[in-house]
C-alpha cells in the first residue's frame, strides 16, 4: 500500500509540474496580453510553489520506508522549492516591476533551471519503482 501512495503522490507531483511549467504558464502567456499574464502567473506561482511543498514532502514521506533514496531526492526537492518561492520568485517580481531586464533574465533562467532539475529528479524517483 505504501507503494502505491509513493508512486501516485510522486505521478500527482511530477504531472503537476510538467502541466504548470510546460502548459499553463505557456497557454496563459498565448491567450493573455503581456501584462496580464504577467499578473495572473504573478498570483498563482506562489500557490504553484506551496503545492510542490506539500506534494513532494507528502510523496517524500511515502517513500521513506520503501526507497531512501527517493524519500531524501523528494525532500531535497521540497527544501529547495522553499527559496525559490520565498527568494527567487519575489526577486524576479522586483526586477520586473523595476524594468530591469537582465536581472530578469539571470533570476527567471535560475528558476526555470531549478524546476527543470526539480521535474528531472522527481521523474527520477518514479522510475526507481519500476
Known sequence: MITVAALLLTAFLFGGMLLYSFGFAAFVFTTLPAEQAGRLLREAFPHFYAWCIVTSVAAALSFYFVDPLSAGILF???????????????????????????????????????????????????????
Not at 77 to 82: G, N
Not at 100 to 124: D, E, M, P, R
Request: net charge positive.
Open 76 to 130: 531535497f526537492v521540497a527544501v529547495t522549492t522553499i527559496p525559490a518561492r520565498q527568494m527567487l520568485m519575489p526577486a524576479i517580481n522586483s526586477a520586473t516591476d523595476s524594468g530591469n531586464k537582465s536581472q530578469f533574465n539571470v533570476l527567471h533562467s535560475a528558476s526555470v533551471t531549478l524546476t527543470l532539475l526539480q521535474i528531472g529528479a522527481v521523474g527520477y524517483c518514479l522510475t526507481r519503482l519500476l
